[in-house]
């Protein structure tokens, strides 16, 4: 803790490992928020994991019961409104809503001045007549005004937030630490809404709890940081499940267009035509990008393209289109170029965006006055907005323009988009980091931290990390020495049945359920199939958009079942298994990730920006990989009274395959102190093992343990 303490006291980044159980949450959060109090200073404190911000508000109020402290847990507007309307709209309703209760202000001010005034006017004075006359001419015209003003859209809950006392919500929620149900639940049973509520009661606090969004987008966080009436430096931030932050900065920063939307730019510019000449420069430029993305999108489906096989493949989920080129623009903006017929691409584009300009301030403007009924959006600004990014930036370092095709659930139409993907994060967060006072990055999976801090763009960062601090005798780590499963060959049955046989003895000779994870939903399926015969409890399938937390409590509840899924999913990480719920875990295979063009992508990013030609895989591709595969081991040993086995089936994991298969071993991208404790080991000998690992333990229950 002293260390987090100096680093943040010195405005230096913390990165922090800490495997289950060293306590990483309080042992960053106790000295952020005894800094930031002596300091006057706001801690904020992310995830992406809502199991973690559960655990945060337990921290939180743990803190809150030896201490208080003003503490919030922030939300999205659209998780919390009562009237269910859209960002847009619910904007407007609140600007509407403040202007009638100001306005109400000014008149209530108005009224006791005239009647001061009358009084005095009674008393003789001719001046105080006088004056009053004015103030009654005013208050004429703010009646009129008034009457106008009610004929707007508003929202009664806000409205009785600006003119009730709020002095006990305030009270109520500082009283203990409030989760965003319980500030739903209170501002509905007050008729109030407890979004502008918490928005409105945030400044100054200790302690912040939000999600990754309100921190990784540029706009929502300078919002944020207002609403906490907070400069960047005065904030101290925490990320958890730090290990996440990567891909989360990728999805936050990358931006995308339909066709769709296209589709709805052209029929508005259609209505404008007439009546403003920009429309048909508008046209020129949205309706050949259009043409261009059908036609590319078209070229790339069916044989011999690098997108889906045939259109009649394509399903509900993107499916990428590339369209990138080594050493000359991507092929979307080719066909744009060669499509697009005009008085010249950039003066067409400056009218598509001052049109939609001006479309969105009319709809915002027929919203707020109530000639709408929904407050809408102006579809050429967005296409144009877009069309104006990807035609810039589109061959910048570390933006891979992509295009994506998918089917429409309702018409079974397939449609396309086109995407600017930013592939180094760093491009990013760096500007996060360099902005607030000070962070602490942590999760159970950050080394290499070199790499992490050069991914994210942290200058000189602190680094600390504690493995498992449980007994190590109470836990084994078997290398199982399987062929490889490369892809080429996973379909080999006589590999199949070398795995097959390892998993089944897994299964047999574990005192309790086993969790096994798979590169893939479908390698899972492979296995739970083949492995009908061979195990006698209760199998279960981690199928693709199955929900898994009715799964798990399934599997849980059974005293020797084996859940089959895939490394890549939910289950992963951010989930316990404790005591009998999951004694084995094994993974199966190095579990890489789809190696597509996107991927690829990044890789050459990475190459160009870190100036290594190795960059790419060693940190997009492998280091992911490991850390995943370690999140999973740590879905077992989660108490210093637990125990359990971790298996690693493959022979790239042995500490042999470093010397035998050089580049293709992984072994030497886990920490020294997790390889230390690897136990290379032949497939033929893991029951053995098993069995006498379950047996020291006394785990076997009265039946004794099964016979080998």
């Given at each position: 803790m002293d260390r987090i303490r100096d680093a943040i006291a010195e405005e230096r980044d913390v990165l922090f490992e800490g495997a289950c159980g060293t306590g990483k949450t309080l042992a960053s959060l106790a000295p952020a928020l005894e800094y930031a109090r002596e300091e006057d200073k706001t801690v904020v404190i992310t995830t992406n994991v809502h199991q973690q911000m559960r655990q945060f508000v337990r921290d939180a109020r743990e803190i809150h019961a030896g201490e208080p402290i003003r503490a919030v847990v922030f939300r999205g507007k659209g998780s919390m409104c009562?009237?269910?309307?859209?960002?847009?709209?619910c904007q407007v309703l609140r600007d509407n809503t403040y202007e009638v209760a100001d306005t109400e202000r000014d008149k209530?001010?108005?009224?006791?001045?005239?009647?001061?005034?009358?009084?005095?006017?009674?008393?003789?004075?001719?001046?105080?007549?006088?004056?009053?006359?004015?103030?009654?001419?005013?208050?004429?015209?703010?009646?009129?005004?008034?009457?106008?003003?009610?004929?707007?859209?508003?929202?009664?809950?806000?409205?009785?937030?600006?003119?009730?006392?709020?002095?006990?919500?305030?009270?109520?929620?500082?009283?203990?630490?409030?989760?965003p149900d319980d500030v739903y639940d209170y501002a509905e049973e007050n008729d109030l809404c407890g979004y502008e509520l918490l928005k409105e009661s945030m400044e100054g606090v200790d302690l912040a709890v939000c999600n990754y969004h309100h921190l990784l987008d540029p706009g929502i966080r300078a919002q944020f940081f207002r609403w906490l009436d907070r400069d960047p430096e005065d904030v101290v931030v925490v990320f958890d499940e730090a290990h996440n932050v990567e891909d989360a900065a990728r999805d936050h920063a990358s931006r995308a267009l339909t066709e769709n939307t296209l589709d709805e730019a052209l029929n508005e510019l259609a209505g404008e035509t007439e009546t403003d000449a920009r429309a048909e420069y508008a046209e020129n430029v949205l309706g050949a990008f259009r043409d261009a993305l059908v036609e590319t999108y078209e070229a790339g489906v069916g044989p011999g393209g690098d997108g889906p096989a045939s259109f009649e493949a394509v399903g509900e989920n993107w499916a990428d289109v590339p369209v990138a080129n080594d050493g000359k623009r991507d092929d979307l903006t080719l066909a744009f170029l060669q499509a697009y017929e005009g008085r010249g691409i950039s003066k067409d584009l400056d009218a598509a965006l001052s049109l939609g300009e001006d479309?969105?301030?009319?709809?915002?403007?027929?919203?707020?006055?109530?000639?709408?009924?929904?407050?809408?959006?102006?579809?050429?600004?967005?296409?144009?907005?877009?069309?104006?990014?990807?035609?810039?930036?589109?061959?910048?370092?570390?933006?891979?323009?992509?295009?994506?095709?998918?089917?429409?659930?309702?018409?079974?139409?397939?449609?396309?988009?086109?995407?600017?993907?930013?592939?180094?994060?760093?491009?990013?967060?760096?500007?996060?980091?360099?902005?607030?006072?000070?962070?602490v990055l942590m999760s159970a999976t950050l080394r290499p931290f070199d790499v992490t801090g050069e991914i994210l763009g942290l200058d000189d960062p602190v680094t600390m990390a504690y493995g498992l601090e449980f007994p190590e005798e109470r836990r084994r780590t078997f290398t199982v020495d399987t062929e490889p499963l490369f892809a080429s060959q996973r379909d080999d049955p006589e590999v199949q049945e070398e795995?097959?046989?390892?998993?089944?003895?897994?299964?047999?000779?574990?005192?309790?359920?086993?969790?096994?994870?798979?590169?893939?939903?479908?390698?899972?399926?492979?296995?739970?199939?083949?492995?009908?015969?061979?195990?006698?409890?209760?199998?279960?399938?981690?199928?693709?958009?199955?929900?898994?937390?009715?799964?798990?409590?399934?599997?849980?509840?059974?005293?020797?079942?084996?859940?089959?899924?895939?490394?890549?999913?939910?289950?992963?990480?951010?989930?316990?298994?404790?005591?009998?719920?999951?004694?084995?875990?094994?993974?199966?295979?190095?579990?890489?990730?789809?190696?597509?063009?996107?991927?690829?992508?990044?890789?050459?990013?990475?190459?160009?920006?870190?100036?290594?030609?190795?960059?790419?895989?060693?940190?997009?591709?492998?280091?992911?990989?490991?850390?995943?595969?370690?999140?999973?081991?740590?879905?077992?040993?989660?108490?210093?009274?637990?125990?359990?086995?971790?298996?690693?089936?493959?022979?790239?994991?042995?500490?042999?395959?470093?010397?035998?298969?050089?580049?293709?071993?992984?072994?030497?991208?886990?920490?020294?102190?997790?390889?230390?404790?690897?136990?290379?080991?032949?497939?033929?000998?893991?029951?053995?093992?098993?069995?006498?690992?379950?047996?020291?333990?006394?785990?076997?229950?009265?039946?004794?343990?099964?016979?080998?």
């Open positions: 009562h009237i269910d309307v859209d960002y847009q709209e209530r001010q108005l009224e006791r001045q005239q009647e001061e005034l009358l009084d005095a006017a009674r008393e003789g004075d001719d001046d105080a007549a006088d004056a009053r006359s004015a103030v009654m001419d005013e208050l004429e015209s703010l009646d009129e005004e008034l009457e106008e003003l009610r004929e707007q859209n508003v929202c009664e809950r806000y409205y009785n937030n600006l003119t009730e006392e709020t002095d006990e919500f305030v009270s109520w929620l500082y009283d203990d630490v409030r989760t479309l969105e301030e009319a709809y915002e403007d027929a919203y707020r006055n109530g000639e709408a009924a929904t407050r809408e959006e102006a579809q050429t600004l967005q296409a144009a907005e877009f069309v104006d990014a990807y035609l810039t930036d589109g061959d910048a370092l570390g933006q891979y323009p992509t295009a994506a095709v998918r089917r429409d659930a309702g018409t079974g139409e397939v449609y396309g988009r086109a995407e600017l993907y930013t592939c180094i994060p760093r491009d990013v967060t760096a500007d996060l980091f360099d902005a607030v006072h000070a962070s795995v097959a046989g390892v998993l089944a003895d897994a299964a047999r000779f574990t005192a309790g359920s086993s969790l096994f994870f798979f590169p893939s939903y479908g390698e899972a399926e492979r296995y739970h199939d083949l492995l009908a015969d061979e195990i006698e409890g209760a199998r279960y399938l981690d199928e693709a958009g199955t929900p898994v937390e009715k799964l798990r409590e399934r599997f849980v509840a059974d005293e020797d079942a084996v859940l089959f899924t895939s490394l890549w999913g939910t289950l992963a990480e951010g989930v316990s298994f404790e005591g009998d719920d999951a004694r084995t875990v094994a993974v199966v295979g190095v579990p890489y990730p789809r190696l597509d063009a996107r991927a690829e992508a990044v890789q050459d990013a990475y190459d160009e920006a870190f100036g290594s030609s190795g960059a790419g895989w060693k940190y997009a591709v492998e280091i992911p990989t490991v850390r995943k595969t370690r999140q999973a081991l740590g879905r077992v040993i989660r108490s210093p009274d637990d125990y359990g086995v971790r298996m690693l089936v493959d022979r790239r994991y042995t500490k042999a395959s470093r010397s035998q298969m050089r580049k293709y071993s992984v072994n030497g991208s886990f920490p020294a102190g997790e390889r230390r404790e690897m136990v290379d080991i032949d497939p033929g000998k893991l029951k053995f093992a098993t069995l006498n690992f379950y047996g020291d333990m006394d785990a076997w229950g009265p039946e004794g343990p099964p016979q080998p």
